[in-house]
């Protein structure tokens, strides 16, 4: 792509190898310090980076003139978590010159692959919900799309994850210790957040009341640093903005002179707190106060940076709505919805119906949960004194909105459901039916999680707004999943169809006649066949442990969460170990399970289950009775780089949720793109996969949404199950009787003693299901050209899951984006 001149006239730097080795010679010396004989491999990433980092910026530049210049609609991504992971090689592959970065690096004897492996993961956050804004993020600039991703600049991230003896163990994760060559910090660009304090009336306003004026008597400073974002091709160049804490006052002299050094740094050490760590510990009333302020604190720098970045070309805020699109992921940002209505109240003098006018037409909300206790509420003490401002325009809101229902006009008696106030003894505000109210729109992530939030978490409101739900089922960018995760698969995809599918992954499709093709079903075979190879060599090397590419790689790698229920997966390794030391000479097909995940730190039985897993892995590896007919690997602090490494491995892909839980799912779209068989339950996206590959191409087990439910309602004995099925009595038997922990017997009775009373998880209602088809993977895995052509299938049949798909329907049908005016240029 030939880019034009700046305004200064600085000549594009090249994408040529000998530009790019110029560039990166005169980084190391003139930046890093360095003499070539002299480099180390941080030395070099540190040099490459910044010359990379010199081509995204050409772009960069170019699309901001385009955006300026047309004035277009931009959208506006609010998240609390940005789980990007490295950048360097996304960055190389979306420019199309990883390539031309390896022969550069090879003319200094410089190994790329090496010098990637120095990148830390930026861990901005702990799951999907994370790594979906950061799919989408590509997605807008792959499509032409101009957005901006807000966020936090969390200092250490989620946590690193180390076991001792089988424990899970936080440590921090100090991803910017040497620094983070592809951001650039913009003191000049920074807003004052204020905290506490008390609302007093101010002016009279237009209808002639006093407006309100709130002073905080705590206020820190949101500081942004701009990371450059680039699309598939390098056409488009967008920016992720996440914010910093610092405090207004870095340093207090007069307490210092008097000998209170501590005093001297309060504000700095408060301040930066907000912006130190993601997801702190909420089991405490002050993790809960830092949790809500750090969601206030991005969210009202982000919505400043808006109102600001508005005005510099419009007089006024009656037309934001056409020219700022606001995307709420999840409930965190939700209190942009009395954020909004502050700051074009109190700050810019608006009317309240024009405010309100105005905030519904720029912001939309994505759902990611129909679970109760994930949809956030706060204490209204909580708001009232962290708050308070906002928590007078919630409770207008809520009264404006109750006076005009016409579900409480026809029923008084659901008033309470509908009201944004949790009633009782701990009164609480309902973030999720908020951030309802003041969008114009509200999606889920799949279809089915879609359909149970209408008639669920959402009923009464969906009454009232029968057509603001929409669905928009989750996609994955096949860019980072496919291109650069597995080139193996990637180069033989584009022997066989060519390019193309990149950027129009439907394009795959092409594949699905191939399935006769030997030559080809053998070729597929040796590349996965190659990724577990490399797969294994990691976890020799992590994990101490021999394991063989030739079995079946049975893999669950997410968030540990009870509703995910890595536990049927280690009941079903225990009960399988149980009967091949019964039957140690039959037919057995080799399997390797493969758990990674992290548990917060506050959930206990989360963190009760790795420890399982844990015990279970070392008693099952070290039984010589089974030879190498069963391993089992927990692979420590997982995250984007590691999941690089375990997707294209995978055999097996473990989705086996409780249905109805799920909201959709990505892991699952990953690994079926790289030709891995989904054993799972028809929950969150599962259904869509299984209608595009086909119900022979995927294997479903369990008790449908609708089954779950009617299973709970009725009254359901788990005890009874449990007796009347051998296996499971004797796997949860050996978890009682201290065989995977001798030294203390009964450490795991807490999982077993809800597993025989409550079972809310229905773990023992799908265990029966899921060992048969468990078994029925196993003799499909023997059968090699079967196995292929479902693997084939799979990865031929999931184009409709790229996040470019997703993010043009949201563009469409919610932003009011497409087609975008980059693209339509062109």
């Known amino acids: 792509m030939e880019l034009p001149a700046s305004p200064m006239a600085i000549e594009p730097r090249g994408l040529d190898r000998d530009s790019l080795k110029r560039d990166i010679l005169e980084w190391l010396v003139y930046a890093v310090g360095r003499e070539v004989h002299r480099a180390t491999r941080h030395d070099w990433f540190a040099a490459t980076a910044l010359a990379v980092r010199d081509r995204l910026v050409d772009r960069w530049m170019a699309a901001q003139h385009r955006e300026e210049a047309t004035d277009g609609k931009r959208v506006y991504y609010l998240s609390l978590e940005f789980l990007v992971g490295r950048l360097m090689a996304n960055a190389l592959t979306n420019l199309g010159i990883y390539d031309t970065c390896r022969e550069a690096l090879g003319e200094f004897g410089v190994d790329l692959g090496s010098v990637l492996e120095v990148e830390p993961d930026a861990a901005l956050g702990n799951g999907g919900l994370g790594r979906l804004a950061a799919c989408f993020l590509d997605s807008m600039a792959t499509l032409g799309i101009a957005g901006t991703g807000y966020g936090i600049r969390y200092e250490y991230g989620l946590f690193e994850q180390q076991f001792d003896r089988g424990w899970q163990v936080e440590y921090p994760e100090d991803w910017l210790k040497f620094g983070n060559p ?90 930066e707190t907000l912006s130190r760590v993601l997801y702190p510990n909420d089991n405490t009333p002050a993790g809960q106060e830092l949790r809500l302020k750090q969601e206030y604190f991005f969210t ?40 909004l209505m502050r700051l074009l109240i109190d700050r810019h003098r608006l009317d309240w119906d024009r405010a309100w006018a105005i905030t519904k037409g720029c912001i939309s909300y994505t759902n990611h949960t129909l679970m109760p206790e994930a949809l956030e509420t706060w204490p209204v003490a909580l708001l009232e004194r962290v708050l308070p401002r906002h928590l007078q325009i919630i409770y207008e809101i809520n009264d404006r909105f109750l006076k005009s229902s ?43 999680h879609t359909q149970l939030m209408r008639e669920t978490v959402f009923r009464d409101l969906n009454e009232e707004f029968p057509d603001r739900i929409t669905n928009k089922t989750n996609g994955i960018t096949p860019r980072r999943w496919l291109v650069q995760a597995n080139p193996n698969l990637s180069q033989l995809i584009h022997n066989m169809i060519g390019s193309g599918w990149e950027d129009d992954l439907g394009r795959l499709s092409a594949l699905a006649g191939r399935t006769e093709d030997s030559a080809f079903r053998e070729a597929f075979w040796a590349v996965k066949r190659r990724n577990k190879a490399f797969l294994a060599h990691h976890i020799g090397e992590i994990a101490d442990l021999r394991v063989s590419g030739d079995a079946l790689f049975d893999v669950q790698v997410k968030r540990i969460h009870e509703y995910k229920r890595q536990l049927l997966n280690i009941l079903h390794a225990v009960a399988l170990w149980q009967e091949m030391r019964d039957t140690p000479d039959a037919a057995w097909t080799p399997r390797v399970k493969i758990f990674a995940g992290k548990a917060a730190p506050g959930y206990a039985v989360a963190k009760l289950i790795i420890k399982l897993a844990n015990d279970v892995s070392r008693v099952i590896n070290a039984d010589a009775e089974i030879r190498d007919q069963l391993k089992m690997v927990f692979l420590p602090n997982y995250n984007v780089t590691l999941a690089e490494r375990i997707i294209p491995a995978a055999d097996l892909s473990e989705q086996i949720s409780t249905a ?63 007796a009347a099925d051998p296996r499971l009595a004797r796997a949860i038997a050996a978890i009682e009787d201290g065989t995977f922990s001798p030294d203390d017997p009964g450490r795991f009775r807490p999982i077993t003693d809800a597993l025989r009373h409550s079972d809310w998880f229905l773990v023992a209602a799908d265990f029966a299901a899921y060992w048969d088809t468990q078994a029925r993977a196993a003799a499909l895995y023997r059968d090699r050209a079967e196995w292929t052509r479902m693997a084939i299938r799979n990865t031929a049949n999931v184009g409709w899951f790229s996040s470019d798909r997703t993010v043009q329907d949201y563009a469409e049908e919610i932003w009011g984006v497409w087609p975008p005016l980059a693209r339509a240029a062109e």
């Open 300 to 339: 009202s720098a982000s919505l400043q940076d808006v109102l600001r970045r508005h005005r510099m070309h419009h007089d006024g805020y009656d037309d934001l709505p056409e020219k700022a699109a606001l995307q709420l992921n999840d409930t965190h940002p939700a209190i942009a919805v009395p954020e």
């Open 406 to 448: 016409k579900v409480v006009a026809k029923d008084p008696s659901r008033l309470s459901t509908l009201s944004l106030i949790q009633e009782g003894w701990d009164r609480r505000v309902r973030m999720g039916p908020l951030a309802f109210l003041g969008s114009h729109r509200v999606n889920g992530v799949s279809a089915l």
């Open 182 to 271: 592809w951001e650039f910090e913009r003191p000049e660009v920074a807003y004052p957040i204020d905290f506490y304090g008390k609302v007093e009336p101010g002016e009279p306003g237009p209808d002639g009341r006093p407006k309100p004026v709130w002073r905080g008597s705590q206020r820190v400073l949101a500081v942004a640093y701009d990371t450059p974002v680039v699309g598939w091709g390098g056409a488009t160049v967008n920016t992720l903005r996440l914010w910093s804490a610092k405090p207004v006052r870095e340093f207090d002299l007069v307490p210092f002179n008097s000998g209170d050094y501590l005093k001297s740094v309060e504000d700095k050490i408060l301040s």
């Open 660 to 722: 109805g839980m799920e909201a959709s799912g990505t892991g699952n779209m990953k690994f079926a793109l790289n030709g891995a068989i989904t054993i799972g339950t028809l929950d969150g996206a599962n259904v869509e996969i299984a209608e595009r590959v086909g119900a022979d191409n995927i294997l479903i087990f369990g008790l449908t949404a609708a089954e779950v439910a009617a299973k709970r309602a009725q009254g359901y004995d788990p005890g009874a199950v449990i």
